[in-house]
C-alpha cells in the first residue's frame, strides 16, 4: 500500500509529459544545490547547450504513406536483450536525489525491460545495486589508484555485473562552476555546523530534507571502503578533488582490464576517430560516444556531431553507443541513424527519481518509449535496424551523411 507522500509524489509525476516537463518539477523538489549538481555543466555550460541543440539541428526525412503499427524497438547489445535501445547511464551522487538513489533506477530500467550501468561513485554498495534483478553492468573508476580500480573490478565480477564500462573523460573532476557557489563540496562532509549552515536554503524543500534525514544522509561512496588508507569509504567530492593521479583509468588500465575481463569491455567518453581505433585495436567490445553530459571538458563537441564518422571508422567490429543530450525518443532514433546501437540517459531518470523515486523513473522511460514509437510510426520506420543516415538530413539542406550501409 502506498504512503500518502507516495501517492502525492506519483500524483506529481503523472503531470510530467516530457523530460522538460520533469526538469521543473524535479526543480521544485529538489535543494538548489543537488537540483544545479545534475543539472549543471562545466564552466560556460557551451558543451552542456551543444548536446542539445545539435539534435534540434538534424531533420528527419519522412517516408509518408506508410502505416507502421507497431515499429520494434526490440535490440540486442552485446548480449542484452533491450525492450528498446536505451540504457540508464552510470550517475554518481544519485542518493542525494532520492533514497531510491541508483537501485531505484537499476529497479525501474529492469521493470522496463532495459539495462542499467551502475557508476563506482554510488551511495549504495556495489553487491547491493547488483541485487536489483535485470542485466547491469559496472562502471570503473580508476579513484586515484590502480590497486583501487583492481579491487573494484574484482568486486563487480563476483557481484554478478555482466559489462565493463571504462569512463575515460574523467581524468581530473569538471569545473562545475554552480557546484562551487552553492558550497556543494563543503556540504558532502556533513556535520551539525554544516547543517545549521544549509539549513535555510533546505527549510523550502521540507520533503526532500525529511527523506535525506529518514535515509541517513547518506554522503559517503560506500564501493570506496577498503580502498582508502583510514579504511573509511571517500565522501563524493573527495573522489572529484584535484589530485595527482587520474580518476579515470588509462588505455593500459583498459588493456589489463582486456586481459582480467571475459565478458563485454566498453569505453565511455570516445570523442574521436583515433580514440575509437586505439581501443578497437585493445578489443574492446564497444564504445560510448560521450562528453560525460557536458560535465567535464567544455567546448568538447556534441555527440550526435562526432557519431557519423567514429561509426565509419570503427564499423561493425565494434559496438557504438552515445549519450549527451538525449531529451526525447526523437533524438533516440536521431542517434540510432547516425551510427548507435544504442543510447544512455543520464538527467532524465535522475528527473523522475527526483520526483517520485523509482516510481518517477518507469514514468520517465515510459515517455522516451512511446516518444520513440510515435516517431517511428511518423517516419514510417518499421523497426530500429533499418534506422541509417538515409532518416536524417541536416536542418534546412540536404543529408550529412549517408556513408555506412
Ligand atoms: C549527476 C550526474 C552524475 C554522473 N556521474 C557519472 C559517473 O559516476 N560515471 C560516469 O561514467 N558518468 C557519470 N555521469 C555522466 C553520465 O553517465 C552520462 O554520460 C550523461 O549524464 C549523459 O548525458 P545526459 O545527462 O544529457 O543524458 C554523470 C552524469 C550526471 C548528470
Known amino acids: 500500500m502506498s504512503t500518502l507522500s507516495e501517492k502525492m509524489a506519483q500524483r506529481r509525476i503523472s503531470g510530467v509529459r516530457n523530460s522538460d516537463d520533469a526538469r521543473r518539477v524535479a526543480r521544485r523538489q529538489l ?44 535490440t540486442k547489445v552485446l548480449g542484452l536483450d533491450l525492450s528498446m535501445p536505451v540504457l540508464t547511464a552510470p550517475c554518481g551522487g ?30 549504495f554498495s556495489l553487491e547491493e545495486i547488483a541485487q536489483t534483478p535485470g542485466p547491469q553492468w559496472f562502471q570503473a573508476y580508476r579513484f586515484s589508484n590502480q590497486e583501487a580500480m583492481k579491487t573494484l573490478i574484482h568486486r563487480a565480477k563476483a557481484a554478478g555485473f555482466e559489462g565493463l564500462v571504462a569512463t575515460i573523460d574523467t581524468s581530473v573532476a569538471g569545473n562545475r562552476e554552480k557546484d562551487f557557489r552553492n558550497g556543494f563540496s563543503y556540504n558532502m562532509s556533513i556535520n551539525l555546523a554544516n547543517v545549521v549552515k544549509m539549513a535555510p536554503k533546505m527549510a523550502s524543500r521540507p520533503g526532500w530534507v525529511y527523506r535525506f534525514m ?72 564497444g564504445i560510448i560516444v560521450s562528453n560525460h553530459g557536458g560535465r567535464q571538458l567544455d567546448g568538447a563537441p556534441a555527440t550526435i556531431n562526432v557519431l557519423p564518422k567514429i561509426a565509419e571508422a570503427v564499423g561493425d567490429d565494434v559496438v557504438v553507443m552515445l549519450d549527451s543530450g ?52 511518423l517516419l514510417g520506420c518499421p523497426s530500429v535496424d533499418h534506422l541509417d543516415p538515409t532518416w536524417v538530413a541536416e536542418r534546412p539542406l540536404g543529408r550529412i551523411v549517408a556513408t555506412r550501409q
Not at 52 to 73: N, S
Not at 338 to 352: D, E, H, S
Not at 354 to 369: C, D
Request: no cysteine.
Open 214 to 285: 529518514r535515509d541517513g544522509m547518506p554522503f559517503q561512496l560506500p564501493n570506496t571502503a577498503d580502498l582508502t588508507v583510514d579504511g573509511k569509504p571517500m565522501e563524493l567530492t573527495e573522489m572529484t578533488r584535484v589530485g595527482k593521479d587520474s580518476h579515470s583509468p588509462s588505455w593500459e588500465d583498459i588493456t589489463w582490464m582486456r586481459a582480467n575481463w571475459d565478458g563485454p569491455l566498453i569505453v565511455k567518453g570516445i570523442l574521436n576517430v583515433a580514440d575509437a581505433e586505439r581501443a578497437k585495436r585493445i578489443g574492446v567490445d
Open 94 to 123: 544519485m542518493r542525494l536525489v532520492h533514497p531510491d538513489g541508483d537501485i531505484g533506477i537499476a529497479a525501474a530500467a529492469s521493470k522496463a525491460g532495459i539495462a542499467h550501468v551502475a557508476t563506482s561513485a554510488s551511495g
Open 31 to 74: 535543494p538548489r544545490a543537488i537540483f544545479d549538481y545534475v543539472d549543471g555543466g562545466a564552466e560556460d555550460e557551451v558543451t552542456l547547450g551543444w548536446n542539445t541543440q545539435a539534435f534540434r539541428d538534424l531533420a528527419f526525412e519522412p517516408r509518408g504513406g506508410t502505416w507502421i503499427a507497431d515499429p520494434i524497438l526490440r
Open 326 to 377: 538525449i531529451r526525447r525518443g526523437s533524438d533516440v532514433v536521431k542517434a540510432l541513424s547516425l551510427g548507435a546501437k544504442a543510447v544512455l540517459i543520464g538527467r532524465q531518470p535522475a528527473w523522475g527519481l527526483a520526483i517520485a523515486g523509482e516510481y518517477g523513473v518507469s514514468h520517465t522511460l515510459e515517455i522516451l518509449r512511446t516518444e520513440m514509437i510515435r516517431t517511428m510510426r
